[in-house]
């Protein structure tokens, strides 16, 4: 496996995790790997009953629900990233540290997914050559 195929393996194992957990897929779903960071890019719009969940929560003045939701979600997908990375790259002893999460946008569409792993996966890519 190379460095693009991960990524586009790893893109459609993200999209299933979204879909599995919210029921709702996204409309697109990119992965870039940079040194020891994977980047997470969903598109995904929401009904309004969703959409004013988001809103309410984060323009909330004390915000701490949504941090809250957040740092859970967060959790949530390092548990199954956790899994996940490691099976798609054997023997390396890669392993998830942090995951962060954060919506954009006014209609909170654009999702970005931080993962930090333990290892340069560019350089595992690199030296597997």
Same mark, same amino acid.
Do not use: W
């Given at each position: ?5 991960? @990524?586009?393996?790893?893109? =459609? ?6 879909? %599995?957990? &919210? ?12 040194? %020891?960071?994977?980047?997470?890019k969903y598109i995904a719009? #929401?009904? =309004?009953? @969703?959409?004013?969940?988001? $809103? ?5 003045? @004390?915000?701490?629900? #949504? ?7 967060? &959790? ?24 962060m999460t954060r919506y954009? &946008?006014?209609?909170?569409? &654009? $999702? +970005?997914?931080? +993962? ?10 690199d030296n597997s050559n």
């Amino acid at each position: 496996m190379n460095l693009s195929t991960f @990524e586009r393996v790893l893109s =459609k194992q993200a999209a299933k995790f979204r879909r %599995d957990f &919210s029921n709702v897929g996204p409309e697109d779903t990119k992965v870039k790997v940079m040194d %020891d960071f994977i980047v997470v890019k969903y598109i995904a719009h #929401y009904t =309004k009953p @969703e959409l004013f969940h988001h $809103q309410v929560m984060r323009d909330h003045p @004390e915000q701490a629900v #949504y941090n809250t939701f957040l740092e859970q979600l967060a &959790s949530f997908i390092k548990a199954d990233f956790s899994k996940e990375i490691p099976e798609l790259l054997p023997g390396t002893g890669i392993e998830v540290e942090e995951v962060m999460t954060r919506y954009f &946008s006014e209609d909170c569409s &654009s $999702q +970005i997914i931080l +993962i930090r792993t333990n290892k340069n996966i560019e350089l595992l890519f690199d030296n597997s050559n």
